[in-house]
């Protein structure tokens, strides 16, 4: 898929990359607090927030797959207040980078 991107076209083909479960367990984690009153509210807010299922929302702080979707990694990551920039990638062939390398 071609995109513009500071004047230059940008082409990726192939899968998108993942992205690493425990990055967005730790961003879920600075609004969601197991063992807190108020947990069952934060998950139920972030889950509304991204447009998924409580269900989900557990899943992922669970951590049953060492990665997830970039979709719903990015949705997590806005509903929790963070960016996908606080995230590492993994890419198709097992590499794992920083969702950003700042020189």
Request: hydrophobic share 40%; with cysteine.
């Amino acid at each position: 898929m071609a995109t513009l991107h500071s004047g230059t076209r940008e082409v990726h083909d192939g899968p998108e990359p993942r992205v690493v479960t425990a990055d967005v367990q730790a961003i879920l984690r600075r609004v969601i607090r197991p063992g807190s009153d108020e947990g069952g509210r934060s998950v139920s807010l972030v889950a509304d927030r991204a447009r998924v299922s409580t269900r989900t929302v557990y899943r992922v702080l669970q951590g049953d797959k060492p990665d997830i979707g970039l979709d719903l990694a990015d949705r997590l990551c806005l509903a929790a207040g963070s960016h996908l920039a606080h995230v590492r990638l993994v890419w198709p062939d097992g590499t794992i980078t920083p969702y950003i390398t700042v020189d």
